[in-house]
């Protein structure tokens, strides 16, 4: 079997520091910004990554290259642009960033360097969860040393090119996720989103021009640079470029991230995990963290790519997958993630706000044995009034994502909850 | 409450990464808390002069965020996850157990004023779940055996 | 004009409006929380949710929030739409999920946007069947108070208090369901625009304070229009009134002038008309009540002597002004101000009368987008101007919104995308004011300064604007950098008020307009004149005080004060003299004063709430105030009383006497088209001042008659006083009480507008005065009377809060007085050996006044601003050369 290439990770060793910074550079890196900081201009980057199919890795997927060109022109407002890095990493289930952020600094540095070049940034900030200590003292130290080679701040190798990157850590709130609450909570504000449209690009950080980009997605960048466009879209099957690190959670015999072929089947995937554990049955997958809809034991062969998890009914999201076994209760299950919802709504538009709360103690109220079956009713309307598009952001209608799917999937348990007053699980 | 000389030099080279002074808020916030333990009314005033916020405005995002505490705490937060993945590995065994050997629930702090037991969203640890932090140690595949080596390290 | 389909029926509306503010202007009703026209929109809420169609052949459409959809020719929307009517009830339902059952018990039940919406929605049963979240409340003051179990999230309380009126000792805590709105602390809040929550709040968070002790529904309470007394803005406010006691104020929308925000001096300011210091009964000095009749014909026998001097007032209405004039002779009235506010109203009104010069209505002050603010610090003078004044201060913004294409009115995106772009302001002023976060340059200089750099400003615009000589200090950068700033904008507003104690800052303003007007420009001028009237009085003219203290200094004449207080104006040494000169001393009033404590003979009148009366604001804006309160021994009208004191025929009713004002004074010609005649009828039959709910009329006075009693009669006013009448919006007819089906809450007032948040339907009200000088180009010669190097300058600062006459004597406002002190920077204080805290003697022409002195750095050098204006004070009508004494400690302490 040939074995498969895992740029994002290749640097990356179990339970070791990262490189440093001559490690790295003995490694190749910081290769692709000799090659390209006053070499090749900032459009042609863009136009670059626009052709290798790299698509947002914090959940959308939208290309990274057409948010990019999004920028205004700097000539037609003058003044700082920022580029951001989402290392808020708070979706239940997910744990890829983190990887990324402790495993290779450098990684991420060459990733912003690039990126920022591209989009003609002189600023960047990482925004990483406050949790996350030990990736943010890696990455400062990173930096640090990174400035101190000329990597980083004025000229930067002679290019005339500035940039100085800074981290932020957050203080808790999943929403901070969410590319405008970001922004909000980096200006020192309540991390509550902002209406889209105007996009980041357009009034991002300090109404100026920004870009918000996932961890991941930016750790591809110096790759593409390197290597070429025509190689990074042979990394990934089912039509969609690079490799993906995905993420398995829950009863399977190894659970961990896997850099594999964007597009890797999720059979696959929970194979590279070790399969479940004795004893235990595969029942549903949530795909790609706890926004995401459930999949059932007779979808695994479909392919983890955007495309393809959009046609199964659900979403790749993170591309982090959590399993639900048979012995563990789907409506504790779903209780357990819309309390998580309910914790982490930011209060800013009503539904979620109100809806949420009432969703949890409806769940709580069928787990403990006390529902009723107009309740099932009541979560189906609550559900549509959260759906997409109908709140501020995408944190309700994500909650409801798994809602909406277990309801369906799982009606006999919520019936038999019911109809016999307990819980069946404990 | 006076700022120290060393505090405000500490903020000071926070409030330069940023083009505007109330975005250090958030950093100045975690900064007295990491030195007090809490942020009083009285570090909060503090920093609102510091950062030309009103204590309003810099109240509205201390209360926003759950990592920033207005209340004192422990000397320790035992953070234990509690999102679906460690949900589903037993991290409602790990409470009990806490509570049976701290005697604190989610929420409490212990009478001696070591510990306070809080839930947090996912640590991105699920590969090892149950996952708890305390401060900022993390720790993984938490078995209820392990809690009193974890609570107690012996020195 | 934009043409949409509305649930299959065609209309046109205003481009550059969401699409919940277009539906509501064509009656197409939508429910919003949110939303508000003034506030704009940021989507939070959910509740205004639609369905719009891409085209004709789109036949799915899809679900958008209203407010924060733009118009697109031709779109196709649907309300109707089951999915769409079914996802907007959820949302109700989801808000009143924790929101209490108490609308009972709670003041605003049956006047309650919540309410209307969910009765709009359709939503009737409860499904939430958990514990609600509960909350305690802050005391938030003496106007508001809080109830925070009934709030809904919508934000608006915040995004009014904060974003639209700059406080920021207010905001939203917490997050998730668990968010609060109110004080870091308890304490009363600081904004003078705090009451505005109570209107702005869509259910009962903020309740008004002093209205609840005496609370009663909407429904049963007449609502009377009248005009704020309390500052020459003249703010529409409705007073609203049950068994002959005021209840309380609420705004009345006119899009000219206030729009939908009041200040809490105007708000809660008001009960000096039923508190202990109301006059209620005539006297004479040294002996006890006179009758009714004794006191008439006492009257009648001073108005009947030779050697008359009447003294009119800048607080009382046009009528009670014009009849004292006319009854002791014009050359024997005089203004009853002090000579530097009679000099500046002097050229105010002239000002007014130019055809040349435009002066500004609040809504063009709101859309200036550079002002310049000459010595005056305008929330303390006119807070509804300064609140105007803040959103001109987001000139630039709005600019870089339009570059970046994010519609003015998706409010919060507006705001982050220009926050790093400067205010549009810019203030020479001697102290910080509350207007400083939105100004790009703030000078801190003495009045003279200030007005030197004016004339400096309007010679750099145009040097045929009278130079300047130069001045020490004076940066001519800074000066051509302010000309710039004014000459690169399309609605350039300069503001000049009293502050400066001297009308050469008026006259340097009017050059600057005048200058940039030959340069092309829209520019405006904003005089910030000093009380409810006073531009009324200048424009009826009158002597100057200075003179009429002299024929007093000959002795034996016969006073007749209006309405005034001249002890508040005037060194008391010399009002003491001059009134034991004098042959007789009569003071018309409606509350005690020290004027009427020194009177010979004293008689009540009726109040601006107890009558009818026209005043004139500083924009030259005539506006009818109508009776309002029936009291059961009612006082009468200045004007009636001296009519029929001295027995003049000419004015039967008050318009009569409108229509010999009209004729008489030149420049009022057009005072008759102001307001209603007594005998306007709408088809036959009078406008209602009461609801059509209005209950229990009959069993009102039951506990001492059970006969039904008539309805107080209102003589000369056109409104029935009862809820018979005619009911409904009529051209010229001020609203009595905004009401409309479905719509009881003050949003109602959105059916009222001709588009919403724009002018009423039926015009807005008030008549303009003045254009009518067409020879009055020109420049003003300008100058400059520089303050003595290194002598204390005393200048006046006059807080929101009892610094105006009538508000300090209302209960509420008079909680809210702070103690008068003395401020100066540390300099200043260093070189006279002043500590912080230490109570000294600040003397001035003849007055002292032992204050407590508090450091400002912001203060120029010796400068010291003295908090004035409360009662008791003596008088400090502008800045003055001053002197600072230590206390003597007494030997024998
Ligand atoms: C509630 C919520 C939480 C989110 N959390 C994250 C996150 O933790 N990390 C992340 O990269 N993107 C997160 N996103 C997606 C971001 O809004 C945004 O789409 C992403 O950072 C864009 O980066 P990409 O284009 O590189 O994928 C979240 C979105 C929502 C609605
Ligand atoms: S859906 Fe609404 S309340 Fe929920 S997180 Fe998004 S904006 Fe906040
Ligand atoms: S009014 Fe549209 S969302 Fe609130």
Redesign the pocket.
């Known amino acids: 079997m040939m074995t498969l290439e895992r740029p994002l990770t290749k640097n990356i060793k179990p339970n070791t520091p990262p490189m440093g910074l001559h490690a790295y550079q003995a490694a190749g890196g910081y290769e692709a910004v000799r090659q390209t900081l006053g070499r090749v201009a900032p459009a042609d980057l863009v136009e670059m990554v626009i052709q290798s199919g790299l698509g947002?890795?914090?959940?959308?997927?939208?290309s990274?290259g057409r948010?990019w060109q999004l920028m205004p022109d700097p000539k037609a407002d003058p003044g700082p642009r920022y580029l951001v890095i989402?290392?808020?990493?708070?979706?239940p289930g997910t744990f890829k960033?983190r990887l990324l952020l402790e495993g290779d600094p450098h990684q991420m540095i060459e990733g912003i360097i690039l990126s920022a070049y591209a989009i003609q940034a002189d600023i960047s900030y990482i925004f990483v969860r406050g949790e996350y200590g030990t990736a943010i003292t890696r990455l400062e130290s990173a930096i640090g040393a990174a400035r101190d080679a000329g990597l980083l701040g004025r000229n930067i190798l002679g290019s005339s090119y500035d940039l100085e990157i800074h981290v932020h850590g957050g203080a808790g709130r999943?929403?901070c996720?969410?590319?405008t609450a970001l922004l909000n909570s980096l200006e020192g504000r309540r991390a509550v989103p902002r209406a889209k449209p105007p996009f980041p690009q357009i009034s991002g950080l300090w109404g100026r021009p920004t870009v918000?980009?996932?961890?991941e997605?930016?750790c591809n960048i110096p790759h593409i640079v390197l290597r070429g466009v025509d190689w990074y879209k042979s990394l990934g099957l089912d039509g969609e470029s690079g490799t993906k690190i995905y993420g398995v959670s829950g009863r399977v015999k190894s659970p961990g991230t896997f850099e594999l072929p964007m597009g890797t089947t999720l059979n696959d995937l929970i194979e590279h995990a070790g399969g479940m554990r004795e004893g235990y049955q595969l029942r549903a997958v949530l795909p790609g963290g706890a926004?995401t809809a459930f999949l059932l034991d007779d979808q695994l062969d479909i392919p983890l790519s955007f495309a393809g998890v959009a046609k199964a009914g659900s979403r790749l999201g993170t591309g982090t997958a959590i399993i639900l076994d048979d012995r563990t209760c789907p409506v504790g299950m779903l209780h357990n993630l819309q309390h998580f919802f309910a914790q982490e709504s930011c209060g800013w538009c009503a539904p979620c706000r109100d809806g949420l709360p009432w969703v949890e103690r409806i769940l709580a109220k069928i787990e403990s044995g006390q529902g009723e079956m107009s309740d099932l009713a009541l979560l189906d309307d609550i559900a549509g009034t959260l759906g997409p598009g109908r709140t501020f952001?995408?944190?309700a209608p994500?909650a409801m994502a798994s809602l909406v799917s277990g309801l369906t999937y799982f009606r006999a348990e919520f019936e038999q909850h019911i109809h016999t007053k307990s819980c069946g699980w404990t | 409450m006076h700022l120290t000389p060393a505090d405000i030099a500490a903020l000071g080279e926070i409030v330069g990464h940023y083009p505007h002074k109330r975005a250090a808020c958030i950093d100045a916030l975690k900064y007295m808390q990491a030195r007090h333990g809490y942020v009083s009314d009285q570090s909060l005033e503090a920093i609102a002069v510091l950062l030309d916020m009103s204590p309003a405005e810099l109240d509205e995002v201390a209360t926003f965020y759950n990592l920033i505490f207005r209340k004192p705490v422990g000397e320790k937060v035992i953070y234990l996850c509690d999102s679906v993945t460690c949900w589903m590995l037993g991290r409602d065994k790990i409470a009990r157990k806490i509570q049976d050997l701290i005697g604190i629930r989610q929420g409490e702090t212990s009478t001696d004023g070591r510990y306070t037991l809080l839930p947090i969203v996912c640590l991105g640890h699920c590969d090892h779940a149950p996952a708890m932090m305390i401060d900022d140690r993390l720790f993984g595949d938490v078995e209820p055996g392990q809690l009193p080596g974890i609570l107690e390290p012996p020195d | 004009m934009v043409k949409l389909i509305i649930d299959g029926r065609a209309v046109e509306v205003q481009p550059d409006q969401n699409l919940l503010q277009a539906s509501l202007s064509v009656n197409a009703d939508i429910p919003y929380f949110c939303w508000h026209p003034a506030l704009g929109a940021v989507g939070s809420c959910r509740q205004c949710a639609v369905r719009v169609y891409r085209d004709d052949d789109d036949q799915v459409g899809q679900i958008v929030m209203s407010c924060m959809t733009k118009l697109r020719e031709g779109m196709r929307v649907s309300i109707a739409e089951r999915e769409v009517a079914a996802l907007r009830e959820s949302v109700v339902e989801m808000v009143l999920a924790n929101h209490p059952h108490d609308c009972p018990v709670c003041e605003v039940g049956g006047e309650c946007h919540l309410q209307d919406m969910a009765v709009m929605t359709g939503h009737s049963g409860r499904r939430y069947e958990f514990q609600k979240r509960t909350h305690l409340n802050q005391n938030l003051g003496p106007f508001i108070k809080h109830e925070m179990n009934r709030c809904i999230g919508c934000y608006r309380c915040v995004r009014f208090y904060r974003d639209y009126a700059g406080g920021d000792d207010f905001g939203v805590f917490g997050s998730r369901a668990n968010i609060y709105f109110g004080r870091a602390s308890e304490g009363a809040l600081e904004s003078p625009f705090a009451g505005n929550l109570v209107e702005i709040c869509p259910t009962g968070v903020f309740v008004d304070k002093p209205f609840s002790k005496k609370f009663r529904r909407k429904w049963d309470m007449r609502g009377t229009a009248s005009v704020c007394g309390h500052c020459a803005v003249g703010c529409n406010v409705t007073l609203q009134e049950r068994e002959g006691e005021l209840r309380r104020v609420v705004n009345r929308y006119n899009d000219a002038v206030n729009g939908y925000f009041l200040c809490d001096r105007g708000r809660f300011g008001a009960d000096y008309v039923q508190s202990e210091h109301t006059l209620r009964s005539a006297r004479l000095a040294g002996s006890a009540e006179l009758a009714v009749n004794e006191a008439r014909a006492a009257l009648a026998r001073v108005l009947a002597t030779p050697d008359l001097i009447g003294i009119g007032s800048p607080r009382a209405s046009l009528e009670s002004n014009f009849a004292l004039r006319t009854i002791v002779g014009p050359e024997n009235f005089y203004l009853g101000i002090h000579d530097t506010a009679y000099d500046m109203l002097d050229v105010a009104a002239r000002l007014i009368r130019s055809a040349r010069m435009t002066v500004a209505s609040v809504r063009d002050v709101e859309q200036a987008d550079s002002v310049l603010i000459i010595g005056e610090d305008p929330s303390e003078t006119a807070p509804r101007l300064a609140l105007a004044l803040r959103q001109a201060g987001s000139a630039g913004v709005h600019a870089r919104a339009n570059r970046n294409a994010i519609p003015l009115w998706q409010d919060i995106s507006v705001r982050d995308n220009g926050c790093e772009t400067p205010g549009a302001l810019m203030i020479m002023s001697p102290a910080a004011t509350e207007l400083d976060d939105v100004a790009w340059l703030t000078l801190r200089v003495r009045p003279d300064e200030a007005i030197a750099r004016a004339a400096m400003i309007a010679h750099a615009i145009d040097p045929q604007a009278p130079p300047c000589a130069d001045m020490p200090g004076i940066m001519p950068m800074q000066v051509e950098q302010m000309a710039a700033a004014l000459l690169a904008a399309e609605r350039p507003l300069i503001v000049v008020g009293c502050m400066t104690g001297d009308a050469d800052a008026l006259r340097a303003a009017a050059n600057i307009v005048e200058a940039l007007m030959r340069r092309g420009k829209q520019a405006r001028l904003s005089f910030i004149a000093p009380e409810v009237n006073a531009v009324g009085l200048a424009l009826l003219g009158g002597g100057r005080m200075s003179a009429c203290f002299e024929p007093l200094a000959a002795g034996s004449a016969n006073i007749v004060v209006l309405e005034n207080d001249l002890y508040r104006r005037f060194p008391h040494d010399l009002l003491d003299r001059a009134f034991k000169q004098a042959g007789s001393v009569t003071v018309l009033d409606h509350i005690e004063t020290q004027t009427t404590a020194q009177a010979g003979l004293v008689l009540p009148v009726a109040s601006m709430a107890e009558s009818d009366g026209i005043v004139v604001n500083q924009e030259g804006r005539a506006q009818r105030f109508y009776k309002a309160i029936f009291r059961q021994t009612p006082s009468l009208p200045a004007w009636q009383l001296l009519r029929d004191a001295a027995n003049i025929g000419d004015w039967p009713t008050l318009s009569a006497l409108v229509r010999v004002m009209s004729g008489t004074v030149e420049g009022l010609e057009h005072i008759v088209e102001v307001g209603l005649d007594a005998a306007f009828r709408i088809e036959g039959i009078q406008p209602a001042s009461q609801p059509h709910r209005y209950s229990g009329r009959t069993a009102v006075n039951a506990h001492h008659d059970v006969q039904e009693q008539a309805p107080p009669s209102n003589e000369y006013s056109p409104f029935a006083t009862s809820m018979e009448g005619y009911h409904g919006a009529q051209a010229g007819v001020p609203v009595p009480f905004f009401w409309s089906p479905g719509w009881n809450s003050v949003q109602s007032v959105n059916k009222f507008q001709s588009e919403i948040g724009g002018s009423l339907r039926h015009g807005d009200e008030g008549v303009k005065l003045g254009g009518q000088d067409q020879d009055s180009s020109g420049y003003w010669p300008v100058t400059i009377s520089p303050a003595e190097p290194a002598v204390l300058l005393f200048i006046p600062c006059l807080p929101v809060f009892g610094g105006e006459e009538l508000s300090a004597l209302s209960p509420a406002i008079e909680a809210r007085m702070a103690v008068p002190s003395a401020s100066m920077n540390i300099h200043t204080a260093a070189l006279h050996q002043i500590t912080e805290g230490a109570t000294m003697d600040y003397v001035t022409q003849g007055a002292c006044m032992r204050l407590v002195t508090e450091i400002d750095d912001h203060l120029p050098d010796h400068v010291v601003q003295i908090v004035a204006g409360y009662p008791g004070q003596p008088p400090l009508p502008g800045p003055v050369h001053g002197q600072v004494r230590h206390i003597t400690a007494r030997a024998d302490g």
């Open positions: 947002g890795r914090g959940g959308g997927g939208f990274a948010k989402n290392a808020d990493e708070m979706e960033d999943y929403i996720g969410e590319e918000v980009n996932n961890v997605t930016i926004s952001c995408a944190l994500g």
